[in-house]
């Protein structure tokens, strides 16, 4: 009986660690790592008038983490943008919209645009620049924030 149960134990703790190892090396795991999440984005801001106050905004994101880009919101300045109008932005992936069933793959590119509308009593200028905060979300659970600069076109 002794026997028995120290053999099985032994069984049962190479198949855990088999299982860990596994895990570890094919990316399920992170033990010890210092994977970060991150992305790149850059854009493009086109008036639909000079001194106007309304323009398309057209974003790009890249993944440049290690792990899956699930979302992305983009926050404007209140000062120059109209509250609600960067928040409506909404990141495409292979044509369907960003979820957790439509994920971004480290390496790859998400698009998003959208008419934007400038703050109450302030105008667009062509070559103006304008700061933009995007916030991604990854599958594990971590945000990162990037501010991408566009000028006014």
């Not at 790592?33 to 309304?54: C, E, K, M, Q, R």
């Not at 933009?132 to 076109?153: M, N, P, R, W, Y």
Request: glycine share 12%; with cysteine.
């Amino acid at each position: 009986m002794g026997r028995t149960l120290t053999l099985l134990l032994i069984f049962v703790v190479t198949i855990v660690a088999v299982i860990v190892v596994f895990a570890y090396f094919s990316g399920v795991l992170h033990l010890m790592s210092n994977s970060t999440d991150s992305v790149h984005s850059s854009g493009v801001f086109i008036l639909s008038a000079v001194g106007g106050t309304t323009g398309q905004l057209a974003l790009e994101v890249k993944d440049t983490g290690q792990s899956s880009l699930v979302g992305v919101d983009v926050v404007c300045p209140t000062s120059q943008f109209s509250g609600s109008t960067c928040s409506a932005i909404r990141f495409t992936y292979q044509g369907d919209a960003l979820s957790s069933a439509n994920l971004v793959p480290p390496g790859q590119s998400a698009g998003g645009s959208g008419q934007v509308a400038s703050a109450p009593g302030t105008t667009f200028n062509s070559g103006g620049v304008y700061n933009l905060t995007i916030q991604a979300t990854f599958s594990d659970g971590k945000t990162a924030s990037e501010t991408c600069t566009v000028a006014a076109q």
